[in-house]
């Protein structure tokens, strides 16, 4: 069975965009970018909420036309090439090759996993990520913390009562700036 990956960038105190929706501070450093290419060599699939998704839309389809970013340079064409998957109950469908799913989220997710092929890698949509969080249907989470402390936003989870026992598997800095920490998901 793929595994599901939860690939997220955070604040130090832990939001993944500002009180604004901003998400102008996570900062591409070289060894982060060359590190994201190596993610995505494993999996051949992304998996996004419906707002992420168009946020991903607007720009990435043609942002090695616009930016002279070297990460942007690299990774237009791959997320133009990879598998994209959506999840969403008011779209019926989505440009640029994506799929559609969402209809029964437990039961579509589930079928998604069970496919052959290689990982899938959910970079977006905080709704989404909690929703499957909550079915326990992410296997690992893959949590880069930027330096820099946001002082409010969407958190990278909503608080609830519930604890989420993980294991951590690997961490590692990032141009001696970002923190990855990867974790799996324990059993309770």
Known sequence: ???????????????????????DWPRMTPELSEFGRTVNDGVDTFLYGRVV??????????????????????????????????VSTTLERAEWGAEVIGKNLAEDITTLKNEPGKDILLTGGAELANALTDLGLIDEYMIFVH?????????????DERRRPLNLIDSRIFDARTVMLRYERAED
Do not use: C
């Open 1 to 23: 069975m793929r595994k599901i990956i939860h690939l997220v960038h955070q604040s130090v105190d832990g939001y993944i965009e500002g009180p604004k929706g901003e998400f």
């Open 53 to 86: 998704w168009e946020m991903m839309a607007a720009y990435w389809p043609t942002a090695d036309s616009v930016s002279t970013d070297p990460h942007n340079l690299r990774f237009a064409p791959v997320w133009r090439a990879m598998r994209k998957v959506v």
């Open 147 to 159: 330096p820099v402390v946001l002082g409010g936003g969407r958190p990278v989870f909503r608080p």
